[in-house]
Every structure is written in C-alpha cells, then in structure tokens.
C-alpha cells in the first residue's frame, strides 16, 4: 500500500513535491492538502484526487494520512511539526525547520520526548552527485587533510521581495547545512563581509555578501552570495587539501562548439540545477518512512543551522567576527 501523504502548503515547491511525489516517487501519493488559500487548495485537492483540509493540524490528525510533507510559509512551519510530533507522524519541512533557534530547539526536544525519529529537513544538497562525491574524496584522505573550501552561490536575478538577511538565512543556508555534513565538523566562527554593490540590486538588499566560517579543526570557508549575477545559477565548491583540490562541476552532459567558440550550459535557476538530488531526497525519505529509520537531515541539523544563521547575520549586522557555541549533539541523534 502505497504511503499517503498529506502536504501542508501549496506554493511553487509546494506543488513541485506534490508533482514528484504523485508521478515519480514509488510507494507514496498525496492524499491530502491544505493551504490557507481554500480556493485554489481546493482546486489542486480536485485535480489530483486529494482531500483539502482548511486547517493543517486536521489534516496531521486525520486517519488518511501517514505521513507530513510540510511546505508552508516559513512562521509556520514549527506548529506544523510539533503537531506533526503529537501526533506521532513522520514529517518532512523544508527549510527552515523553524524561524528562531528557541523553536527549532522545542521541536528538538519533542521528538528526543517522544522516543522516536520523526522529522526530516529539506536540506537537498546532500543527495547531489557532486556533493556525494566531494564527500567520498574527502572521506578517503586520499588528498590529505581539507585545508580550505572556497564556494559561491549565484542566481541570475532576484524579485524586491528578496532582501539583505535572506542572503543568509534563505540562501546560504544550504551551503552551511551542506558543509558541515561534508566535513563531518561543527563552526566555531561566522564573519561577513558586504563587498561593493553590482547595480542589478535594489534598496533593500546588498549584493553580493561574502561569508567566511571556520571549523572546529580550524578548516577556513568562503562563500560568495551572488544572487543577481545575471548569467546563471552558478554553485561552486572547491575544496582544497594538503595535496591536491577536488571540486563541483556543473552538470551540463554537452558541449557546443559553433561560431568560433567552445561554451557549456549554465543551469538556469534551482530547479534545474538540483532535480535529481530533489527526486532521490523524495525517493530515499519515503522508503525511510515505511522502514520506520529516517536517515536524513534531522531537527538537530535544522537545529545547528539556524544557529549558524543567526551567527552570520550578527556578524553581517555587527560588523564583527561572532563566536559559534553549541552544545553536544545529543545521543538521541548520533543512533
């Protein structure tokens, strides 16, 4: 039987995953949806043959669904998954698990309250090809000791909605979840850096910013957010170790040659660039689900993130480098 899946806001990614999970994900369908916008939520429900339910927290509890697929504006996605929790369902949310480090902390310990592994966060970087062998080259030592990591993260163009904290805690974010995972290590330090302005921008957001974190270990990060670039959305990550430098390509599998030049594809936006790694997250939580092991990004990673961003939008605010504390992970998220 396949797994029913209620999904709780019905925005852009919101109908992506509604989309991934109903036509290529095996073993699961969208049951339910809810969206604080009853008249297309009920549309999409009739379309795709789900039940709309004008309240989030009745379709966790409803006996239709097994698990929670929570893709809600960002506030409120931490009742969503303590109910979630409550209830004693499954639940994937993208990122952020939650707005503030005090509420990602409070989901933290209802799930460490309730026994179980229950939640999941979008963190999707990790199921990209090129991140996965990054993370293999780095594991095998074969090139030493990871010395430094130089990274960007760029996006053509950005809407005035967009402005100068989202730089951190919407878009660099994934690079913090990511790296952390690559090098298996927690930060210790966040600086930020506002670099002259390209004229593509607005008012109310400066771009590019330029972050550097360090690792416990005392590994050095940079990570250029570009998000007006114009030419692309460019994800690079270089890492470089004691004997050698490994690094992201993008995945364009042509060339073209014409005219007197040799060009490869940019990806156009992030849809394009990670729907892969989109699909085998998906494909890789649902089997997690019905085995009852979830083996993705936990709420403790959620947890470690938001401080982090928090950190780094100090710094950038401050002007100064901000030291990064955190307690020990519990045992609860090392099993």
């Known amino acids: 039987m396949d797994l029913r899946i209620g999904v709780i806001g019905t925005g852009a990614i919101g109908r992506d ?21 009853s008249e297309a939520g009920k549309l999409l429900a009739s379309e795709i043959g789900a039940t709309f339910f004008a309240e989030g927290e009745d379709l966790i509890a409803s006996d239709i669904v097994d698990a929670v697929l929570v893709t809600s504006w960002d506030p409120t996605h931490e009742k969503y998954v303590l109910e979630a929790i409550k209830h004693n369902k499954y639940v994937f949310c993208e990122k952020p ?73 919407n878009t660099a974010v994934h690079e913090i979840d990511v790296l952390r995972w690559l090098l298996q290590e927690d930060y210790v330090s966040a600086e ?22 360090e690792t416990e270990s005392g590994i050095q990060i940079d990570i250029e957010v570009f998000v007006n670039c114009q030419f692309g959305y460019d994800i690079k990550c270089a890492v470089v170790c004691e004997k050698g430098e490994v690094a992201l390509s993008d995945p364009s599998y042509t060339t073209l040659k014409t005219k007197g030049k ?12 990670f729907v892969t790694a989109y699909d085998r997250e998906f494909q890789l939580w649902v089997d997690s689900v019905r085995a009852e092991n979830i083996t993705g990004p936990s709420a403790w990673d959620g947890y470690v993130a938001s401080v982090t961003t928090t950190a780094c939008s100090k710094a950038r605010d401050t002007g100064t480098k901000v030291e990064i504390t955190l307690e020990a992970c519990p045992d609860f998220y090392k099993k």
């Open 17 to 37: 995953h509604i989309q991934r999970i109903n036509g290529i994900t095996s073993g699961a369908k969208v049951s339910a949806i809810s969206d604080i916008n």
């Open 262 to 273: 040799d060009s490869t594809k940019v990806s156009s936006d992030w849809k394009d660039r």
């Open 192 to 213: 930020v850096k506002l670099p002259k302005q390209t004229s593509y921008t607005h008012e109310n957001l400066h771009d590019p910013q330029f972050i550097i974190l």
């Open 97 to 169: 698990l939650a707005v503030e480090i005090d509420g990602c902390r409070r989901i933290v310990d209802a799930e460490i309250k309730a026994g179980k592994k229950l939640v999941q966060v979008g963190f999707m970087r990790r199921y990209d090809r090129g991140y996965e062998e990054l993370k293999a080259m780095v594991d095998s030592k074969e090139l030493g000791e990871v010395l430094m990591l130089h990274c960007a993260h760029r996006n053509p163009s950005v809407d005035e909605s967009y402005d100068t904290p989202m730089a951190v805690e």
